[in-house]
């Protein structure tokens, strides 16, 4: 019997709808298989938290966090609490804190899942986008100056360390190299012209260590068409973390939408814990209703799983969801369905076995 304790944190608005249809899955995936154990401690942090304390989670947050094996995220942010307060003292920290330097987002098309774009062949969206996420633009340093005159300036500065570039872009190396694809690098060298042309320079001089990867370099304008008019371009995908964030949003529309679009934060050391979590936000407009999509959050469950070391169970889920989607009967109203949030949770345990 292997026991795995997993931290909670369901978060703001729709957080909470999603994360419990997650933690069902897992639960049924602890019956099914007698092997396997997890434990919960949940983390009652956010919006809701701040305003009665003042802060987004204990002041030794990170530290409680810190003896756990994964940590399971639904979504910070509200109205109410500025974003860049909420977002910083929770989501960020953690990923920051517990250096979870990669972002894990896969852009595939299951079968069954709605697509806008016509006339594309469906099995030629199926990428996987390996963001940076410790660093870059979401460095968090800047500067305030002269506030409030009319001569105000303000900086916000972008960090690339030569450790954070190697990092990354080893590792989507190495990816591209274990599943057989081809790489492409997006960044923006013609305009950004430090941080960009030094990534450009690393993502060539780590290539020399992988003559076998066959790789691509995008600009980020340029990119973000081929994704819409040919996205077949695009296998294994690393970029900065801004770039990341924005096109992994683009991705999630091209693959059934944000109710569909998960992302596994980590740290592949295993030196600290690492968060599973749909990459979707609060979503105030729907929150409270029970009908957010779960499926992005159970994507997220896949790959916890994938990362507990039971790929055969990450896959079961995976299958589950494309069974679901395939059928097309219970589906929430972001699909054009009008089941609840908790039908679709359980049609998935249904197909659980
Ligand atoms: P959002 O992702 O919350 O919502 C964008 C749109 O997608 C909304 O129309 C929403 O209804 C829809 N949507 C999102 N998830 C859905 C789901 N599971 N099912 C059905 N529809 C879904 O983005 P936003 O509105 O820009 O941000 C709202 C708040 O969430 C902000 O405070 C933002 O900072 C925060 N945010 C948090 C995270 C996170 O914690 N990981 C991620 C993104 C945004
Ligand atoms: C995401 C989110 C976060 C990000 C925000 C909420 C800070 O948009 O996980 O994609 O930009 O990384
Ligand atoms: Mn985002």
Redesign the pocket.
């Known amino acids: 019997m292997k026991r795995h304790k997993i931290a909670v944190i369901p978060g703001d608005g729709i957080g909470p709808e999603v994360i419990s249809e997650g933690i069902n899955i897992l639960d049924r995936v602890a019956e099914l298989d007698k092997t396997i154990q997890f434990n919960y401690q949940n983390f009652p942090w956010g919006c809701e938290y701040y305003l009665k304390h003042n802060r987004m989670m204990e002041k030794d947050g990170i530290n409680q966090l810190m003896a756990f094996d994964a940590i399971f995220l639904g979504a910070v942010g509200y109205p109410g609490v500025p974003d860049h307060i909420s977002l910083w003292d929770l989501l960020l920290n953690i990923r920051k804190s517990f250096d979870q330097y990669v972002n894990l987002r896969p852009v595939v098309l299951l079968k069954g899942a709605p697509c806008p774009l016509k006339d594309i062949s469906r099995e030629s969206i199926n990428m996987t986008f390996i963001r940076e996420n410790s660093e870059g633009e979401y460095a968090g340093s800047g500067s305030w100056l002269f506030k409030d005159t009319p001569r105000e300036v303000v900086l916000q500065n972008g960090v690339f360390s030569r450790h954070g570039c190697e990092r990354i872009i080893r590792y989507a190396y190495e990816y591209a190299r274990k599943e057989g694809k081809t790489l492409t690098s997006i960044s923006k060298g013609n305009a950004l012209n430090y941080s960009m042309v030094f990534w450009d320079q690393i993502f060539e001089e780590i290539g020399q260590e992988y003559p076998d990867v066959k790789t691509f370099s995008y600009l980020v304008d340029a990119a973000s068409m081929y994704m819409i008019k040919n996205p077949e371009r695009f296998q294994v995908v690393v970029t900065s973390n801004l770039f990341g ?1 924005i096109l ?2 683009l991705g999630a529309a091209l693959a059934g939408g944000l109710g569909l679009a998960a992302g596994a934060n980590l740290n592949p050391e295993r030196r600290y814990p690492s968060m599973f979590e749909p ?1 979707h936000g609060s979503a105030p407009d729907i929150a409270g209703r029970g009908i957010a999509n779960p499926l992005a959050a159970i994507w997220a469950v896949s790959q916890m799983l994938d990362f507990l070391e039971y790929p055969q169970w990450g896959q079961k889920v995976l299958r589950a969801i494309e069974d679901l989607l395939l059928d097309g009967t219970v589906l929430t109203p972001d699909m054009g369905g009008t089941a609840t949030t908790h039908q679709v949770g359980q049609a998935i345990l249904n197909r659980l076995n």
């Open positions: 964030d992994t949003d990459i």
